[in-house]
């Protein structure tokens, strides 16, 4: 099964690459700004979110290419945050994907509104699309605003800075992953099933699911922060040890951290299983977070 879905994972990043180029290219916007946004969107990257998006309407075998749009804005909400951690102001990296990071580039002006451009038209997308009645447009626009905004990913990051320099409990360190990763993740599977006609229970299975494997995400991305090969990952080993951030493997010790990582796979891959959807797909990708190397 492993060929046929890393086919489909090659089929579907290939037409979300493409399309997100052709979203930019088509903006009348500055040359300059529209420069600056297709630089960090077309960085490379994993395009895990849009993957899960897909694999989520998969589940209910209809058309994975019904939610590009929606995959689309949440790689551009994924990437616009991503410029402004990289800002000398948060994280001060110079290093992502293996790229100098945007404001390296463009500047720190142009990079902050580069982010900004991302992060508006991302709703441009999924009110424009033409595959959505106005019941999903409204649903999906909601959800994505709440997952992205204070009440999520931005309340997570905000979190993640006043965490600096202090150690935390457990607890604390969940919230902040569960907001400032995790909820992008949620938003990525419960998406991809509400485009597909999930039923609320559904969505309340999925959400479960989503919260374990973004737990399980940041776990792994805390072990590779100790052990990880920086040609491989892209970003800088060791940058969450200079900045004294609690991590899985400080609080846990690495192999305490590998078996919380091993609990929220299996928690997740439980849950999938409770659907009763083909989820083939989508227990092949949690081994593949569990598993990833960058």
């Given at each position: 099964?492993?060929?046929?879905?890393?086919?489909?994972?090659?089929?579907?990043?290939?037409?979300?690459?493409?399309?997100?180029?052709?979203?930019?290219?088509?903006?009348?916007?500055?040359?300059?700004?529209?420069?600056?946004?297709?630089?960090?969107?077309?960085?490379?990257?994993?395009?895990?979110?849009?993957?899960?998006?897909?694999?989520?309407?998969?589940?209910?075998?209809?058309?994975?290419?019904?939610?590009?749009?929606?995959?689309?804005?949440?790689?551009?909400?994924?990437?616009?945050?991503?410029?402004?951690?990289?800002?000398?102001?948060?994280?001060?990296?110079?290093?992502?994907?293996?790229?100098?990071?945007?404001?390296?580039?463009?500047?720190?002006?142009?990079?902050?509104?580069?982010?900004?451009?991302?992060?508006?038209?991302?709703?441009?997308?999924?009110?424009e699309d033409e595959h959505?009645?106005?019941?999903?447009?409204?649903?999906?626009?909601?959800?994505?605003?709440?997952?992205?905004?204070?009440?999520?990913?931005?309340?997570?990051?905000?979190?993640?800075?006043?965490?600096?320099?202090?150690?935390?409990?457990?607890?604390?360190?969940?919230?902040?992953?569960?907001?400032?990763?995790?909820?992008?993740?949620?938003?990525?599977?419960?998406?991809?099933?509400?485009?597909?006609?999930?039923?609320?229970?559904?969505?309340?299975?999925?959400?479960?699911?989503?919260?374990?494997?973004?737990?399980?995400?940041?776990?792994?991305?805390?072990?590779?922060?100790?052990?990880?090969?920086?040609?491989?990952?892209?970003?800088?080993?060791?940058?969450?040890?200079?900045?004294?951030?609690?991590?899985?493997?400080?609080?846990?010790?690495?192999?305490?951290?590998?078996?919380?990582?091993?609990?929220?796979?299996?928690?997740?891959?439980?849950?999938?299983?409770?659907?009763?959807?083909?989820?083939?797909?989508?227990?092949?990708?949690?081994?593949?977070?569990?598993g990833r190397d960058r």
């Open positions: 099964m492993t060929v046929q879905h890393e086919t489909f994972i090659s089929k579907y990043k290939d037409i979300l690459e493409k399309e997100l180029s052709a979203s930019i290219h088509k903006l009348n916007a500055p040359q300059a700004l529209k420069g600056a946004m297709l630089y960090s969107l077309t960085a490379g990257g994993k395009r895990i979110r849009p993957i899960l998006l897909f694999a989520a309407i998969d589940a209910y075998e209809k058309n994975p290419e019904k939610g590009l749009s929606t995959a689309c804005a949440l790689e551009m909400i994924h990437t616009y945050s991503l410029i402004h951690d990289d800002l000398p102001c948060m994280d001060d990296d110079d290093l992502r994907r293996g790229k100098p990071t945007n404001h390296k580039i463009f500047g720190e002006a142009l990079a902050i509104l580069a982010g900004d451009g991302l992060l508006t038209y991302s709703f441009q997308l999924i009110a959505l009645d106005h019941h999903q447009k409204i649903w999906l626009m909601k959800m994505l605003s709440t997952c992205a905004g204070p009440e999520g990913m931005v309340g997570g990051q905000v979190a993640d800075i006043q965490a600096e320099n202090q150690e935390l409990h457990l607890k604390e360190l969940e919230y902040i992953h569960n907001h400032k990763t995790g909820r992008l993740l949620t938003y990525s599977i419960i998406a991809g099933a509400k485009i597909a006609g999930a039923t609320e229970d559904e969505l309340d299975l999925f959400e479960k699911f989503s919260r374990h494997l973004g737990l399980a995400f940041q776990i792994s991305d805390d072990i590779l922060d100790v052990i990880g090969d920086e040609k491989i990952t892209g970003k800088r080993i060791g940058s969450d040890i200079e900045k004294k951030k609690s991590t899985y493997p400080s609080l846990l010790s690495l192999e305490g951290a590998k078996e919380h990582l091993a609990h929220h796979i299996h928690e997740a891959k439980e849950t999938l299983s409770k659907t009763n959807l083909k989820t083939d797909l989508l227990q092949y990708l949690t081994d593949v977070v569990a």
